[in-house]
């Protein structure tokens, strides 16, 4: 054996999980270096951190039934790589390459480190424009601006990755000749990246998404690793290939929670709420990659878990200092049988300044949230003594916003096979037209039910016409 492998060597000495701990006598490896079972190349470990003089903690990538105390590993000197650019359009991966779709099998041409840079401050370009998604309730409520992000927060089974799937649907069709669009699975079921591969196929958009998976099934790992990998990808497409991405990620509390998992094998002292000390850093690290700059954009749309439908959950709450829109998802409102299920008054867009959405839909927004807020200070009045005590005003205010609540349903094209209902997308110009006219009331006349599921108010009219 030569001297330079003999220097690269190291033996493993601890094993607790997914974290393999290694000494190296000679020269000690970087971080993110990929380090290999001597006897088993197959079996890969990413140098982490320093655990201790000439000892390092590692995380296993692959299983960890082929390792044991004592065995060598070899250093790589080179961080994992994954493959980019065109050729991983229309392909499901994951963080090794491998290919999980059902075409024909490719070898890839293009790799890149996994760990990539980020962009200067003054590099980086202020979104400005508004993104359409065609979904009433995003586009008027919490705006998305190209080249920002967006965060859909929302507890178990109240339908994240159904919207998430719409906003790809809609947006990738549109826009499916000046983008391209990366979509990273994290923590999420098998069965519904499925699902999402299908919808893609069938909507003919396919060719224009890369897709990479590192679902629940996954060590913590894969899962905390495929992130990154994605945000990498899309980097790729913005920096190589000057194109404008749509980054999608669901879901980002799995990423904190795979973090999290790897913090508890490393024994570190927890942070506030139990989380890994350095989640902080980790989100910071994820979202600043995730920017524009002068030769294209990220425009990211990311699903965040609530566990227990608590908002204040330190993994959920260390998203949102990177977000510039923020979709809050209710439980109550889901029960109610109005989806898209959106808390109208949590959710918000630093998009919806008059300077970038319009004097209307501005002035129609703030009269809109104000009208809401109202109503729900009238909520408990009504529960208690119903709708008919109140006042002729208050009870104008009451059923107006009842209205407005109804309007905002929607049927989607993503779950037309569920609901048998035809999916629409209403344009903002149309939404903010329709809302001015609620607002003044020209349609108070109309049961409050009549406004369900309809896509704008001309549909309303030729009901009534119908009649």
Same mark, same amino acid.
């Given at each position: 054996m030569d001297n330079m492998t003999t220097q690269n060597r190291g033996r493993v000495v601890g094993i607790k999980g997914q974290i393999i701990e290694v000494e190296f006598l000679q020269t000690a490896p970087s971080v993110y270096d990929i380090l290999v079972l001597e006897e088993d190349p197959s079996a890969q470990l990413e140098v982490y951190a320093s655990s201790g003089e000439s000892l390092f903690y590692c995380f296993s990538l692959t299983p960890v039934t082929k390792l044991h105390r004592g !065995?060598? %590993?070899?250093?790589?000197? *080179?961080?994992?790589?994954?493959?980019?650019? $065109?050729?991983?359009l229309g392909r &499901?991966?994951?963080?090794?390459?491998?290919?999980?779709?059902?075409?024909?099998?490719?070898s890839f041409s293009e790799y890149q480190p996994i760990q990539g840079h980020t962009i200067g401050i003054y590099d980086v370009k202020v979104p400005e424009q508004i993104l359409e998604t065609g979904i009433k309730a995003i586009d008027f409520f919490a705006p998305i601006l190209k080249g920002g992000k967006v965060g859909l927060f929302g507890g178990a089974g109240v339908g994240?990755?159904?919207?998430?799937?719409?906003?790809?649907?809609?947006?990738?069709?549109?826009?499916?000749?000046?983008?391209?669009?990366?979509? !990273?699975? %994290?923590?999420?079921?098998? *069965?519904?990246?499925?699902?999402?591969?299908? $919808?893609?196929?069938?909507?003919? &958009?396919?060719?224009?998404?890369?897709?990479?998976?590192?679902?629940?099934?996954e060590n913590p790992v894969v899962r905390f690793r495929t992130a990154t990998a994605g945000v990498t990808m899309a980097e790729h497409f913005r920096d190589s290939m000057g194109k404008n991405v749509l980054f999608f990620i669901d879901n980002v509390f799995r990423f904190a929670q795979a973090g999290h998992e790897l913090s508890t094998m490393m024994n570190?002292?927890?942070?506030?709420?139990?989380?890994?000390?350095?989640?902080?850093?980790?989100?910071?690290?994820?979202?600043?990659?995730?920017?524009?700059?002068?030769?294209?954009?990220?425009?990211?749309?990311?699903?965040?878990?609530?566990?227990?439908?608590?908002?204040?959950?330190?993994?959920?709450?260390?998203?949102?200092p990177f977000l510039d829109s923020t979709v809050v998802m209710s439980r109550a409102v889901y029960q109610e049988g109005r989806f898209p299920p959106v808390d109208f008054l949590a959710s918000n867009s630093a998009g919806a300044s008059i300077e970038i959405v319009g004097k209307a839909h501005s002035k129609a927004l703030i009269a809109a949230q104000s009208l809401l807020k109202k109503a729900v200070s009238l909520d408990r009045i009504?529960?208690?003594?119903?709708?008919?005590?109140?006042?002729?005003?208050?009870?104008?205010?009451?059923?107006r916003a009842k209205i407005i609540r109804n309007y905002m349903t929607q049927n989607f094209f993503v779950a037309e096979a569920q609901t048998e209902r035809k999916g629409v997308y209403v344009p903002l110009v149309q939404t903010v037209k329709d809302m001015t006219e609620l607002l003044k009331g020209g349609y108070d006349h109309f049961p409050p039910d009549d406004f369900l599921y309809i896509a704008s108010l001309h549909d309303l009219e030729d009901k009534a016409a119908a009649k």
């Open positions: !065995a060598w %590993v070899v250093n790589t000197g *080179r961080p994992l790589h994954i493959p980019v650019g $065109t050729e991983t &499901v991966i994951d963080i090794f390459g491998t290919i999980h779709d059902d075409q024909d099998q490719i994240k990755t159904m919207l998430l799937t719409e906003i790809i649907h809609n947006v990738i069709i549109v826009n499916k000749d000046n983008s391209v669009s990366v979509f !990273a699975g %994290v923590g999420e079921r098998a *069965r519904e990246g499925q699902e999402l591969y299908e $919808t893609l196929r069938e909507s003919g &958009v396919l060719p224009q998404v890369s897709l990479i998976y590192g679902q629940m099934g570190t002292i927890p942070s506030e709420g139990g989380y890994q000390s350095t989640l902080a850093s980790e989100m910071s690290t994820f979202h600043e990659r995730l920017v524009s700059n002068d030769k294209a954009g990220i425009t990211t749309i990311e699903a965040v878990y609530v566990p227990s439908d608590d908002i204040g959950d330190y993994g959920v709450q260390s998203v949102f009504v529960s208690l003594v119903g709708e008919g005590e109140l006042s002729a005003d208050d009870q104008m205010i009451y059923r």
